[in-house]
């Protein structure tokens, strides 16, 4: 089922989600309609609170238009060890129509449970590397616009508001 993706400022997308204890068949359910919803949206991750669910489950598919699917499922992901720099635009589906250059490791390991509660390695880098620290960052309660200088967050704190003041 695809869900609806909240969108900045809601105070859900700050909080931080809890740890998955045990794989349900809910948490099954959660992660079909979190595929769904990001290949539908369309998106190269997901984490569950931006569907408004406070569980620790990622999300994501780099894989290009005319590749075959290339999904990970990440329950409890942390990252174990990150290096080098990266300096990439990166947008967000709870951050519709903006995007700006973030900082982010260059490369990471990241270890999680799959949905059989395997634990699984992954080594990034690059954009996958930049995918796992974004959508774990939403597991934190934190977005990207929260890795921007002052100046650059209020440009984009000013704007959102502009923009949520003309859909009233």
Not at 67 to 81: D, R, S
Not at 118 to 138: G, K, P, S, Y
Request: a negative charge; one cysteine or more.
């Amino acid at each position: 089922m695809i869900r609806t993706i909240l969108t900045y400022p809601n105070p859900l997308l700050k909080k931080k989600s809890a740890p998955v204890t045990v794989i349900t068949e809910a948490t099954r359910e959660l992660v079909r309609d979190m595929v769904e919803t990001m290949y539908d949206a369309p998106g190269v991750g997901l984490a569950a609170p931006q569907i408004g669910v406070l569980q620790r489950v990622i999300v994501i598919d780099i894989s290009g238009k005319n590749e075959p699917p290339e999904l990970i499922v990440a329950i409890n992901p942390v990252i174990v060890h990150a290096e080098g720099e990266a300096y990439e635009e990166e947008g967000c589906l709870s951050v519709p129509d903006y995007a700006a250059n973030v900082k982010r490791h260059a490369a990471v390991i990241v270890k999680a449970l799959d949905l059989d509660g395997a634990e699984r390695t992954w080594h990034a880098e690059e954009l996958l590397a930049i995918a796992f620290q974004h959508e774990i960052d939403h597991l934190e309660g934190i977005l990207f616009v929260d890795h921007l200088s002052a100046l650059k967050r209020e440009i984009f704190q000013r704007k959102a508001r502009k923009a949520a003041e003309e859909k009233r």
